[in-house]
């Protein structure tokens, strides 16, 4: 869809880069607007610029053809964000909540993560990847923190595999 919500700092400058912070909401959009003010005092410490995506579909970010919905993603991350804002390039980071995290575990890192330096917050949402090999960079330059609820009646058959998916990748 090309929607978004941002929280530029003030103080983005040529000379003051930024990590960036993408952050991808639940199903049905649920906090899509929230999630930057949610994360702002995460964002404020670390010096990163929070960016809510909204799913192409509005939605969900696993609804749908998740691969074209990864590609999407890392097309506007790279097309769009990048060449806007003063960014530095190692510390550019992802937090997906729900169908978010599903997306981010399934597809987006699997299939684009070697494109960043940072890593990834999976909060309860995750699905393993079909296929993935990480490259000598990722294992040293992304890392993938998986998190869910006790009582998760959703992810929970999924947690383990995905774990065990990027333990072995």
């Known amino acids: 869809s090309g929607r978004y919500w941002i929280n530029v700092l003030q103080d983005n400058q040529p000379g003051t880069a930024h990590g960036l912070l993408i952050l991808l909401h639940g199903s ?50 790279q097309d769009e964000l990048l060449p806007k804002y003063n960014i530095d390039k190692r510390r550019i980071f992802f937090s997906g909540q729900s169908s978010g995290g599903g997306v981010l575990s399934s597809h987006f890192i699997a299939l684009h993560g070697a494109n960043y330096q940072g890593g990834a ?26 998190e869910i609820t006790t009582g998760d009646g959703i992810w929970t058959s999924s947690f383990q595999p995905s774990v065990q998916a990027y333990q072995n990748a």
């Open 121 to 146: 917050f999976c909060l309860c949402g995750t699905q393993p990847p079909q296929r993935f090999t990480a490259t000598e960079a990722m294992k040293t330059g992304f890392k993938v923190h998986f």
């Open 28 to 77: 049905s959009a649920s906090n899509y607007r929230e999630f930057v003010d949610d994360m702002a005092q995460v964002a404020t410490t670390n010096r990163l610029i929070p960016v809510s995506v909204l799913a192409p579909n509005g939605g969900g970010w696993n609804e749908g053809d998740q691969t074209q919905n990864a590609r999407t993603l890392n097309a506007f991350i």
